[in-house]
């Protein structure tokens, strides 16, 4: 594995406004906390040695979306207190505007370009794993420049590009700049997860 020293993980990079409250109702979020923990038990979400967790979900909901809460990579299941509601952003700006029982992501703003890019992707998911990331990066699949790093308005800006060219519902990338990390989006929960089930089978073989 690389070192974790060298992992760029779990720092907020965007101003924002966070209001303590409830969830708006989602009927996808018990899934979306169900195939979060999914990715947990394979690994793909969790915390490093250091104590800086890694990995984040979220579900498009009216113009924003409801994305997992910052600091939450060691705990296996999230429950309704482990999300927060992504009310609106503005990549110009770094800005993101939040509501919730904890607050958003560090990749709060890169999950909305997404939605943003296309109206059919309907969630996004962000894993970290050294095999996924090496094995994307050495195929003919997108990628995210190296010289972007996460969480900032210029990797938002450059998944929505990607997002937009492909013309696709569902896809997955690697973000060659933030190390192991591997994003995949689909039209539904489970089309988004089986980007990443389906590739690890692949990889594996």
């Not at 992992?7 to 209001?19: L, P, R």
């Amino acid at each position: 594995m690389n070192n974790y020293f060298d992992i760029d993980e779990g720092v907020v990079k965007y101003k924002s406004n966070h209001k303590l409250g409830s969830l708006p109702i989602n009927p996808n979020l018990t899934e979306l906390d169900h195939t979060r923990t999914r990715l947990f038990d394979l690994g793909l979400i969790g915390v490093y040695k250091n104590g800086i967790g890694y990995g984040n979900v979220s579900i498009r909901h009216d113009e924003g979306c409801i994305i997992s809460g910052t600091a939450t990579g060691s705990s296996r299941q999230l429950g309704l207190n482990g999300y927060c509601y992504i009310r609106s952003f503005n990549l110009e700006q770094n800005f993101v505007d939040s509501e919730g029982p904890i607050n958003p992501s560090s990749e709060a703003l890169t999950h909305c370009s997404a939605y943003v890019a296309s109206s059919e992707v309907n969630c996004v998911l962000h894993v970290h794993s050294e095999k996924l990331w090496n094995s994307l990066l050495n195929g003919n699949f997108n990628f995210i420049p190296k010289n972007i790093s996460y969480g900032t308005p210029q990797m938002a800006k450059n998944l929505a590009d990607i997002v937009y060219e492909s013309k696709s519902s569902s896809g997955i990338l690697a973000m060659a700049g933030h190390i192991e990390g591997v994003l995949s989006y689909g039209d539904s929960i489970e089309s988004a997860y089986l980007e990443i089930h389906n590739f690890l089978i692949s990889i594996n073989k």
